[in-house]
Every structure is written in structure tokens, then in C-alpha cells.
């Protein structure tokens, strides 16, 4: 089946530090994928995507590669800000298999200054 | 255009009655899905409409638990005899549908059930 999985949180960091967030995935075909945040009081928006292998999904200084040889699709960024704190969600969908999404936990991030 | 909307915003009920939650997916989607968030948890699917296919049920944790979409266009959520744990914000998302994949998402409903 499919499935996401992504580090558990909360994660703390100070302004300026590097951020990773790590996000595996399980799935049959060949999957796109997605991180969505939520920032306080907000609704889910997408952050970046990347639909096939290889691919570098970039946006606002976040960066992911989708890297189907570790079934990963781990969310950076060089420099957080006070603003980045919000909760992070990977994602899959499946466009040739009924369009599905599966999402993960969420990881919550907090920038401090 | 406008995006995903959805009402009421927020809704307190008491336990053992029913509850309606609308979904107005943006002009022209054709995937319309329904999504439960419990408080510090992740999103847990619920069921997934494509234009006229039956509905994705799978992701229903009871039979008090249903959804219709009228064509391609407005979905109700209906969650009878309700339950505190049923207490979450329920979200909807859209999509252009097969083969599109981005989904764009409405504010929630938060519901409680006291």
C-alpha cells in the first residue's frame, strides 16, 4: 500500500539554522510528491512538489529531492527564519492509481529568535 | 477566483446529534476530498469524490459517517449521532482531478462535540 512517513517533532531551532525534516515513503507506481505547510490559524498550503525521480522541488528557500533509490523526500533549508514556524506535512499522490493522497503526521517546526 | 470554502467555520453541538458540514470546491475541480485533523495530528483521509465515479469511502470510521457531492460541485459531510471524539477540524480539498495533483484546500470546520 501506500503510506508516508516524516520525523516526528516538535523540532526547535534558532533563527538562521539549518532545517531538515525528514520524510520516507512507501508506494506502488511512481508517485508524486508534495510538502504542505500549515501556518498558525491558516489552512494547508503547498510548499513544493517534485513528480518524478530526480526532481527538485524549491520555494521560499526550502528545497526537497525526490530520491526513489532511498524512497525519500527529505524538506531543507540553509537559513530558517522566525516566520518558517509552522507544522510541515509530506505528502503522496498517485495520479494514475485514482488520485489518492496520503499524507504524514505533520512535523512541527519552531523558529526562535 | 475563489478557492476552497467551507461552513460553518466553526460548529459546537452536543453529543448524540447530527452534524452538516458544507464543501464548495473551486469552479471547474472534479476531485473533491474530506479530511479529519484532531488536534496535534496528522491528516487521516475520509473519503474522495472524482466526477461521477462512486466515492473513495475507505477512509469512513463509521457508519455514522457519510458524504454526498451534488455533480461536480458542492459536498456535504454528515456525521450522525455524534461522538466527543469526533471533535476535530474537518477540512476539504480540490483538485483539477485524475491526473492533476495539486490539491488546494478550504479553512476547516471545527467542530466540537461537548
Known amino acids: 500500500g501506500n503510506s508516508v512517513t516524516q520525523m516526528e517533532g516538535p523540532v526547535t531551532l534558532s533563527e538562521e539554522a539549518f532545517l531538515t525534516i525528514n520524510c520516507t515513503y512507501t508506494?506502488?507506481?511512481?508517485?508524486?510528491l508534495f510538502w504542505y505547510v500549515q501556518y498558525p490559524g491558516e489552512g494547508l498550503q503547498l510548499l513544493l512538489k517534485?513528480?518524478?525521480?530526480?526532481d527538485k522541488g524549491s520555494n521560499k528557500g526550502f528545497e526537497a529531492t525526490y530520491r526513489k533509490e532511498t524512497t525519500s523526500f527529505h524538506l531543507e533549508k540553509g537559513s530558517v527564519q522566525v516566520s518558517d514556524s509552522a507544522v510541515y506535512f509530506c505528502?503522496?499522490?498517485?495520479?494514475?492509481?485514482?488520485?489518492?493522497?496520503?499524507f504524514g503526521t505533520g512535523t512541527s517546526l519552531t523558529v526562535i529568535p | 477566483g475563489a478557492g476552497v470554502s467551507q461552513s460553518p467555520s466553526n460548529k459546537v453541538t452536543e453529543k448524540g446529534k447530527d452534524v452538516e458540514l458544507r464543501c464548495d470546491p473551486i469552479?471547474?475541480?472534479?476531485?473533491l476530498y474530506w479530511y479529519r485533523q484532531r488536534l496535534g495530528q496528522g491528516l487521516e483521509f475520509l473519503i474522495y469524490?472524482?466526477?461521477?465515479?462512486?466515492?473513495?469511502k475507505s477512509g469512513l470510521p463509521s457508519d455514522r459517517f457519510s458524504a454526498e457531492r451534488t455533480g461536480e460541485s458542492v459536498s456535504t459531510l454528515t456525521i450522525q449521532r455524534t461522538q466527543q471524539e469526533d471533535s476535530a477540524v474537518y477540512l476539504c480539498?480540490?483538485?483539477?482531478?485524475?491526473?492533476?495533483?495539486?490539491?488546494?484546500f478550504g479553512p476547516g470546520t471545527r467542530l466540537t462535540v461537548l
Open positions: 480539498a480540490s483538485s483539477l482531478g485524475a491526473g492533476y495533483n495539486e490539491q488546494f
Open positions: 505528502a503522496l499522490n498517485t495520479p494514475n492509481t485514482g488520485n489518492q493522497f496520503y
Open positions: 517534485a513528480t518524478k525521480a530526480d
Open positions: 469524490f472524482q466526477g461521477n465515479s462512486a466515492p473513495d
Open positions: 508506494a506502488t507506481g511512481y508517485p508524486s
Open positions: 469552479s471547474g475541480h472534479t476531485a
